[in-house]
């Protein structure tokens, strides 16, 4: 897998102040994209046991919130098992603290992947261009949704976080 930023101290991409892994590879190629740079699986660096670490010494710390993974699209192939594993580990060392993803994909295509019980909220969909909204929370196009993974998964029906 491969990465173009760790962010540390964000508050855009979730709850609270939180850590921002932002992987290489994606599919969906949306028109209007805000990080087209992060398309390309080859882009960016390595991630590594350095980057694992760096990860967990921010998660260390008593004011983060959490982890949101993001892109690039954390579900593409190339990066769906090592995202996987990453968020098994963070799920083990840190159950009270919260993790995003980012996904291109739509909930329904994606329900059933081994990650989805780790996570706490995933934003689902492609980016629109057409159905930008700069006053949603957390998405940038009204399609987009915002899902209460844990909430989801014990309903059956779809839970938005902060509805």
Known sequence: MRFHNITKDDML???????VL??????????????????DPAGGVEF??????????????????????????PLYSGNEKEITLLARKIREKYPHKTIWL????????IQNKE?????????????????????????GSSNQRVIDVQETLKSGEIVFHCS
């Open 48 to 73: 590594t046991e350095d980057s694992r670490r760096e990860i967990f010494e921010l998660l260390d710390k008593p004011y983060i919130s959490g982890i949101t993974f993001s892109g690039g699209d």
């Open 13 to 19: 991409n979730g709850d609270g102040l939180r850590v």
């Open 115 to 139: 990650i989805i019980p780790l996570l706490d909220v995933v934003v689902d969909g492609e980016y629109v261009e057409e159905l930008r909204d700069t006053k949603l929370f957390w998405r």
């Open 22 to 39: 932002w992987v290489a590879g994606c599919s969906h190629y949306c028109r209007g994209c805000q990080n087209p740079v992060t398309w």
């Open 102 to 109: 980012y996904t291109g994909a739509k909930w329904e295509e």
